[in-house]
T-cell receptor, first 113, second 114 residues
Framework: SQKIEQNSEALNIQEGKTATLTCNYT??????LQWYRQDPGRGPVFLLL?????KEKRKERLKVTFDTTLKQSLFHITASQPADSATYLC????????????FGKGTKLSVKP | SQTIHQWPATLVQPVGSPLSLECTVE??????LYWYRQAAGRGLQLLFY??????ISSEVPQNLSASRPQDRQFILSSKKLLLSDSGFYLC?????????????FGSGTRLTVV
């Protein structure tokens, strides 16, 4: 079955720097990969979706890359701000006819002023 | 616009008591609906999903059940809660082909079984 690894439980960076979060998967390459933001006590919020034939996707200060050879996605936040502090989840299809999403455990990002 | 409502926000229940969590979606029709659980220190675990009224698929065998009595209503139930059922329960919806779009999650229910 598909497994997702977000290899940093926590990441601390200084305001203004670029945060880079990693998501690795272990089995077949999914057609899509998604990133979510989750604040404490809240449900995840969808940020970006990237397709397997897209190398890179951007949205404002966010950038996602998808390398099907390495089985890895990188999530970048440029010019990070304290308001970017949250847990970021990687998600991809877990198989099955409905293509339901499975999620990584997330990386908790803390941006210090 | 589409909205998703989930209640209650918090719940403290004794072991062996029943459970009913409700989720409703507005502003869309025939959504795919999902129940996830997030236990402390663990990732989101898919419990149930539904692609239509009365159609429920279970991902994890346990003492929970789900029902979809109406197109935009999804209910999570248990006849007798266990301590291990404690966690953060999240309902989500997506358009028919969910993988093409992001999931929209509700605000969650924090369940503590005591």
């Amino acid at each position: 079955s598909q497994k997702i690894e977000q290899n940093s439980e926590a990441l601390n960076i200084q305001e203004g720097k670029t945060a880079t979060l990693t998501c690795n998967y272990t089995n077949y390459s999914p057609a899509y990969l998604q990133w979510y933001r989750q604040d404490p006590g809240r449900g995840p919020v969808f940020l970006l979706l990237i397709r397997e034939n897209e190398k890179e996707k951007r949205k404002e200060r966010l950038k996602v890359t998808f390398d099907t050879t390495l089985k890895q996605s990188l999530f970048h936040i440029t010019a990070s701000q304290p308001a970017d502090s949250a847990t970021y989840l990687c998600a991809l299809e877990g198989g099955g006819s409905q293509g339901n999403l499975i999620f990584g455990k997330g990386t908790k990002l803390s941006v210090k002023p | 616009s589409q909205t998703i409502h989930q209640w209650p926000a918090t719940l403290v229940q004794p072991v062996g008591s029943p459970l009913s969590l409700e989720c409703t979606v507005e502003g869309t029709s025939n959504p795919n609906l999902y129940w996830y659980r997030q236990a402390a220190g663990r990732g989101l675990q898919l419990l149930f999903y539904s692609v239509g009224i009365g159609q429920i698929s279970s991902e994890v065998p346990q003492n929970l059940s789900a029902s979809r009595p109406q197109d935009r209503q999804f209910i999570l139930s248990s006849k007798k809660l266990l301590l291990s059922d404690s966690g953060f329960y999240l309902c989500a919806w997506a358009p028919g082909r969910g993988m093409l779009y992001g999931y929209t999650f509700g605000s969650g229910t924090r369940l503590t079984v005591v």
